[in-house]
């Protein structure tokens, strides 16, 4: 059993997360179109390739990498039996997202936010609660435009965050950004897809590991 | 881990408001199912009844003649329920062994709500999926006109019921808008079933009032019946057609049961109002009240018989002019602080 969850941190990449998506796969989601030059956060300016007609281009080389690292590790998540939360505040994506998270068997929250949902966890829901492991936040901004209170909550709680960050949005306290577009329904549907198959295999490969070391 | 430094006794102290509701554990509502059925039984063998066919109406009846209570509460008397009824449905632990929340929405908080919000979203979502399917084969969508009239939505103390959840006005309002703009759409019969489970009917409340017919006696003269209150007097008439104007009380002429003028006009005016005066005689009988509360009741009495004599329109007129209304107006009792029900004792300034 230490076998079982020592051999996939022995790879860099063991779920071979590389093979969902291609850079092709990107620009037609239309993840590298950013918001315009006068929404610019200070900290996106290393991930902007560039700024066309006023509006802002993210570069995709570095979302790639970005990508590739925040799949792997929710995949290492998953195979640990770990609580992966989904949130996005846009209301747009709200069912897309609820759909997602049902479909993976983790959970989601993409209403509004009740203040000590993480921080006063043990009085809100009862003694003995577990919070999630895994923080994915598929728009880390909320509708006022401000950043999302979970971004912070989880900081405090020490629970690590996914986060596609937009050309507006503060990618400082997640601990794997991924700056892209979170505007459009294309690339939100692409997110979705590479969470969903992600989540799937890495529960499918925890599967079967268990099974071989129970026939050994 | 934190390491405790200092603290004061207050600290230790347990925190009451804290930990919400009192929490009623399986086990405890089970003992509870198990004392009640026993104290059924005991209860059947104690009054002589068949222990196996006890039903709810025979413990209450039970129970009231054993111990009497003129308590005027009727939440405040003795009573046995099933515990069911007294203990009220509460949510057990909503995760399972390893930690992991049943419901894929737990962590929002209104996890039921909320997932009800997620499916009627999705049938809104259905529909329009099915209405553009219609446009694309360029069939017209059916539109069947269901009837709303005898239907409303649940109010939302029911839907906090239905949800085991507490729910804000904002919630509320926000689904009831919801299931609205589903219904706008030209929805097929999938998602009448789902809407169904938010309606309930109105019963209708519209009592259309009955004008007796015309009743004959052994003579042939027509004569119909009504009944009359006032206050605490209560009267029955009875009005005969083909005569002269007579008007009897209990076996006494009005001009002797009734010698002010004012009492006499009441019973009359029916008659006057209808230009019947001298057509119709009146046979009554009164009891209970003074004077003019039973020159009142008779009033009301007599046009309550007269409206089988009459067209529905004169009918309309009579309720407009207030013959058929029963005046609500009693005594209002006296409370104490005070001389009468309004008049306080006289007010010294020192």
Known sequence: DGNLLSKPLSHPDFFNVKELFSLKDLFDARV????????????????????RLDQDIIDLDQTMQHLQLALNFTAHIAYRKGIILFISRKRQFCHLVERTARECGEYAHTRYWQGGLLTNAHIQFGPGVRLPDLIIFLSSLNNVFEPHVA??????????TVGVVDTNCNPCLITYPIPGNDDSPTAMELYCKLFRMTIIRAKDKRRQSEIFNELQ | ???????????????????????????????????????KRHLANMMGEDPETFTQEDIDRAIAYLFPSGLFDKQARPMMKHPTEIFPEQRKIQWGEDGRPFHFLFYTGKQSYYSLMHETYEKLLNAQKYQDQLTAQDLSPQKEKKNLAGNRWLTKIELEEMLLEKLSDVDYSRFIQLLQKLLTLPCGDIEEKYIQKFCKEVPAQLKKVVIEPLKYDERGVAFSTGEGTRKTARATAVVYDNGTGKITVNGIDILHYFPVLQDREQLLFPFQFLDRIGKHDMVCTVSGGGRSA?????????????????????????????????????????????????RKFTWKKR
């Open chain 1, 32 to 51: 590298h179109l950013g918001h315009k030059k006068g929404c610019r956060h200070r900290f996106m300016e290393p991930y902007i390739f560039g700024c």
């Open chain 1, 151 to 160: 971004i912070r909550d989880a900081a405090k709680m020490n629970i690590p």
């Open chain 2, 1 to 39: 881990t934190l390491r405790l430094i200092y603290t004061t006794t207050a600290v230790r102290r347990k925190n009451v408001g804290a930990s919400g509701p009192e929490k009623y554990t399986e086990a405890f509502i089970k003992k509870q199912i198990e004392e009640f059925n026993l104290g």
């Open chain 2, 294 to 342: 039973q020159a009142g009741a008779i009033r009301l009495a007599s046009a309550k018989a007269l409206r089988s004599f009459v067209t529905e329109q004169e009918v309309e007129f009579m309720r407009q002019a207030g013959l058929l209304t029963v005046d609500p107006r009693v005594k209002e009792r006296k409370k104490p602080g005070q001389e009468g029900a309004r």
